[in-house]
């Protein structure tokens, strides 16, 4: 595309108008009215309990309350992420246990005795939800273990007609499919059909020392596919590997104001601090109409209702009212695939998973609780708070809002979170590209992924791979992969001395 990203932002900023009030896309400074679901009193105390702080000798009020009143209480285990958040009322408790038994559902190929549970696939990555939100969590690599359930190859390809370059510049399309594997490489299949093929990575590692004299070593992964079997992918195919994101605060980061997120986007750095944060564009299927990409390792996807229909289609192989897909994500050359008979029930609606089952999936995804923070006040956990702010890592991973007051669920409105992230797509440098463009993000861009609830990786998921495809096999190994805009922090964590260091990482523990 030959167009500057940022004019086309602007191009399509009206789309925001009508969400989002009157803004101006740039620094937060430069917000003035932006949020109209507030009375300028309360606009007042939104701006200064938003205000990044400048004490860090005592915790900021509510600090340790990750997600508001939403905040999880519960005793930390293996299931700290899969709990309801706490002020949802009675009622939605029960529907959050009935979405949480279809998220952990596993689905069957057609036809099948067991009626509205059948058709899987039929070419699949996963059989259930839970499947590769294992615990709710983070996904992991491939480590000893064929096991590529929790990661995945995601396809695309650059416009090779002028149509196709349309699509993609009116946001019809996020991306354009392999011709004959599609968005996803999908390894596995129903009885009958071969799975398309198989992930391959292979490491080389780089050395890295730190103030001090300590070597930390990296680990560079390079991406191939095996075992292909239905021919050989499109020249011009990219592959991303993404491993799945925890669920924590779904609903909540839905109901950050638009004008919040686009207050922090300066696309053309023109306060010379050298991070461009920009905001993602994503079309709303409920509306037809352009908003604001907020889910997503590209935030590729508007809603968490959105985010959760792309992952039954292209995932399971699950058609939706969004995404009315049946054979999920066979393309036409894969005619045997085609020809597979779907599971949808006439009497149930036109989608294998009809809209009462979207509602329910879509409520518990939104209704994950953020655990509350521990060690918050302790004084090592201020004193990395301190560095995380003097290292410049707060210009990206942008600490906390205040959500809608006019949120569609009460239980989301009007809640002080601090989820560390702008929730803009940044240039992370050669390093982390994955060379694939989706929507306004190029390969070299990724949305900034909210840390809250990041120290309990060990705890829930049992390992602590990090990064969009779980090269980082720890917090620190994280920070030295960060190139581009986040040079800067990258290099000043690794110039810090090692009780410096070892303070942040417990701030970021404690999150």
Known sequence: MTERPARRLLAVSAAFTVAAGVFVLGSAQSQTR?????????????????????????????EAMSAGAATSLAKIDRNSFSHFSENITFKERETFKLGNALFQKLWVSSPSSTQASDGLGPLYNARSCQSCHIKDGRGHPPEDTADAT???????????TPEEAAALKNFQVMSLPDPTYGRQLQDQAITGLKA????????????????????????????????????????????????????????LIE???????????????????????????????????????????????????????????????????????????????????IERPDGAQKRLGDAEAPP????????????????????????????????????????????????????????????????????????????????????????????????????????VNGHTFFLHDGRARSLTEAILWHGGEGQKSRDRFATLEKHDRDALLTFLESL
């Not at 507030?38 to 509510?62: C, G, H, M, N, W």
């Not at 929790?150 to 090779?160: G, K």
């Not at 509602?359 to 560095?387: I, M, Q």
């Open 356 to 459: 009462p089952v979207m509602d329910l999936v879509t409520f518990y995804a939104e209704n994950l609780a953020v655990p509350a923070r521990r060690k918050a006040s302790f004084a090592e956990t201020l004193a990395g708070k301190r560095l995380f702010y003097e290292t410049g890592c707060v210009s990206c991973h942008h600490p906390k809002f205040v959500t809608r007051r006019d949120a569609a669920n009460a239980a989301q409105a009007f809640q002080l979170i601090w989820p560390y992230s702008d929730f803009l797509l940044h240039d992370m440098g050669e390093g982390l590209a994955d060379g694939q463009q989706v929507g306004v993000a190029s390969g070299q861009e990724w949305r900034t992924p909210p840390l809250w609830g990041i120290g309990l990786t060990k705890t």
């Open 196 to 251: 398309e093929g198989r992930m391959v990575i292979a490491y080389t590692e780089q050395s890295v020392t730190l103030a001090g004299g300590d070597v930390v070593r990296l680990r560079r992964p390079t991406y191939s596919v095996a075992d292909l079997a239905y021919g050989t992918l499109d020249a011009t195919t990219t592959l991303s590997p993404r491993v799945t994101q925890p669920m924590l605060g779904l609903g």
């Open 34 to 62: 932006g949020r109209d679901d507030l009375s300028d009193k309360d606009l007042r105390r939104v701006q200064a309990i938003t205000a990044l702080t400048t004490d860090f000798s005592k915790a900021e009020p509510y």
């Open 150 to 160: 929790s990661m995945f190859l995601r396809l695309a390809r650059p416009a090779a």
């Open 255 to 337: 109901a950050i104001h638009a004008a919040d997120i686009l207050a922090l986007a300066d696309p053309d750095d023109a306060n010379g601090d050298g991070i461009s944060g920009k905001a993602a564009i994503a079309v709303d299927p409920k509306t037809g109409k352009p908003a604001l990409g907020r889910f997503g390792w590209k935030a590729q996807s508007a809603t968490v209702r959105q985010q959760s229909a792309d992952a039954f289609a292209f995932d399971i192989g699950i058609s939706t009212p969004e995404v009315p897909l049946h054979q999920g994500d066979c393309m036409p050359a894969q005619t045997a695939c």
